[in-house]
């Protein structure tokens, strides 16, 4: 049965990429990415030597309106001659956060062997490095732009905090974070513990979770940085 | 300032960590570990190659009482002495359905740096594989193990999905895994989707997305076997 790999890329410092992922990428003739350029500079990266123009069949995604007659044309392509295809993000973990999943879902219809590949997610970094609860959680991915909207879902997230105890995240896109930075400290009450992981494996790291009070008289740079948002509280403990 | 360090394990196939992990651990002296006959196999099969009686500073969690005065100790002692201390799980990310984060929130307060490290997550790994929408998901940990409340649990997840299309992911103590299915397929509608990610990483792997309705008509054995569940639905295309 021919296999579908789920190729997860860096988010920007390839040294935690697993050195050895070129080896799995290698002899997947099929790869179904977000951005050429950007998958052909990755792959480059981590050692793939191919020629890309000559000996890879790439299928380029709308990442807002994913085709999927295309999708479907390539896997079946694929299938035909028994090659596996490879789905490569453009950060982190495809299917989380981006169309990949539309792929899988068609894969499955087609008996491929779905075969996700470890690496970097910044929404399971981000958890990690929080100090919030890690039994219970919610990814919310973007948050409504218009500011009515997001000051209402930013206060139903921290409702879910308060009765549940679960870890609600979200991100942003990086040149509005300041804007839903503000927002966070005017909507959510001085007592939800906020957190912020910045530029996330590069050298810039910063990873911070404070009271919202505490925040208050902090001056922060989340300016086009990428970065994952979390509130929640405490684990309880002895 | 001295660093807290998140550090991953395997999900019982050493393969699928970075191998150059143990160069990052082999320098940390202070090792908070759930289980320390595991920690230090793991340790073993990676490469460390310390003397760790004599050259490693353990704490053992209790996983279901973690001892705030002990782990406060722990990371004072080291912070004294500028040392680094590793924060090492079970299974998968530490601070994921584990007590980690306990430790974390100490870290912040004695003003540790935190770095969580990349490694694999079950979690993931499924949402990945399931062709289920990843743009929102939310994480359950272990469902109420009493039926009545189990299955109205499985009942509101299963609302959430038809409201928001949101992923629900949860787990259950392997040797309850049977009982958890027969649940599922009782109390979900037919047309929802049922995932089940089963071995992960292991050449055991099993991964699979359908309908309810579909998978009453297969046996599946999942019995005393490591297992990711999820309902959801598939994300909508052209």
Known sequence: MPRLYLIPSDLGNPDCMDPRLVETITPIEYLIVERLRTARRFLRKIGDKRNFDEEVRWLELDKHNPNVKHIRKTLQEAKSTSQDV???????????????????????????EIEPLVGPSSILLALTGSGLSGQQFSFHGYLPVEQASRNKRIRAMEQ????????????????RNMALWKSLLNQLNPSTLLHVSCDLTLDTQWIKTKKVSDWKSESVDLHKRPCIFAIGRKMRMK
């Open 86 to 112: 490879g789905v490569l993000s453009e950060a982190g973990n495809p299917c989380i956060a981006d169309p990949g999943s539309v792929i899988v879902s068609i894969a499955y219809e087609l008996n491929f």
């Open 160 to 175: 879910s905090v308060n009765a549940y105890g679960a870890t609600q995240l979200f991100m942003e896109t990086p040149y």
